[in-house]
């Protein structure tokens, strides 16, 4: 099961953490990614991270300005959201899946088995 937290309303230029709460497994061998999506738009994948080793990846649109990190013993993985636009208004979800293909192949969100609710992220200009 995963449950995000920390969405909410806030100005461009703010920042945001979101939380993914992860229960029900050892995650160890596992990749956990962040996903978002905008009112009449596809889920559009922003990065993952590797359980084990804490590897990250993510797509060029938010390098630099989204970092993800997780706490393994909260089995926890946050996603820091600075100098928010009003184009990262969408809904934002955490996904998993086994870790065992390349980095690629998680960008993908047919590639995770198991996804959060959502959390909704509105920033106003």
């Known amino acids: 099961q995963l449950v995000e937290s920390g969405g909410g309303s806030v100005q461009a230029g703010d920042s945001l953490r979101l939380s993914c709460v992860a229960s029900?497994?050892?995650?160890?061998?596992?990749?956990m990614g962040w996903f978002r999506q905008a009112p009449g738009w596809g889920r559009e994948f922003l990065g993952h991270?590797?359980?084990?080793?804490?590897?990250?990846f993510y797509t060029d649109s938010v390098k630099g300005r989204f970092t993800i990190s997780r706490d393994s013993g909260e089995n926890t993985m946050y996603l820091q959201m600075n100098r928010l636009k009003p184009e990262d208004t969408a809904v934002y979800y955490c996904?998993?899946?086994?870790?065992?293909?390349?980095?690629?192949?998680?960008?993908?969100?047919?590639?995770?088995?198991?996804w959060g609710q959502g959390t909704q992220v509105t920033v106003s200009s």
């Open positions: 991270i590797r359980w084990s080793t804490g590897n990250t």
């Open positions: 996904a998993t899946a086994l870790g065992f293909d390349s980095d690629d192949y998680f960008t993908r969100r047919t590639s995770y088995d198991y």
């Open positions: 029900g497994h050892s995650f160890g061998n596992y990749i």
